[in-house]
């Protein structure tokens, strides 16, 4: 089992950065394929980024090229690097840890996840 909490959320201007941390406790990190979601009124729940355990990632298309998803093994910490935020990007962030299936933005094939993060881009 893993437990996760997300941090370094906050409010932004356009075009600025910000970097979220999700750091777990219990197993290693290196087990799990690792996503960040993000959840608006809109839009519900989407996911952003993906980080399997081979290193391989996948971002939605709305955040290919502005983020980056990476992890610390030693820290057992995921991280989410934004850059150029846009006031669409505005949404609860979540980490979120499974350890199978074959969908990277599927919710449902994810175990376990933290308690959010809230990004506001204005």
């Known amino acids: 089992h893993v437990q996760l909490v997300e941090s370094g959320g906050g409010l932004v201007q356009p075009g600025g950065s910000l970097r979220l941390s999700c750091t777990a406790s219990?197993?290693?990190?290196?087990?799990?394929?690792m996503a960040w979601f993000r959840r608006t009124l809109e839009n519900g729940r989407e996911g952003v980024a993906y980080?399997?355990?081979?290193?391989?990632?996948d971002y939605t298309y709305s955040v290919a090229g502005r983020f980056t998803i990476s992890k610390d093994n030693a820290k057992n910490t995921l991280y989410l690097q934004m850059n150029d935020l846009k006031p669409e990007d505005t949404a609860m962030y979540y980490c979120?840890?499974?350890?199978?299936?074959?969908?990277?933005?599927?919710?449902?094939?994810?175990?376990?996840w933290g308690q959010g993060t809230q990004v506001t881009v204005s």
């Open positions: 980080l399997d355990s081979d290193g391989g990632t």
């Open positions: 979120a840890a499974k350890s199978g299936g074959w969908n990277p933005f599927t919710p449902s094939e994810y175990n376990y």
């Open positions: 219990g197993d290693s990190i290196s087990a799990y394929q």
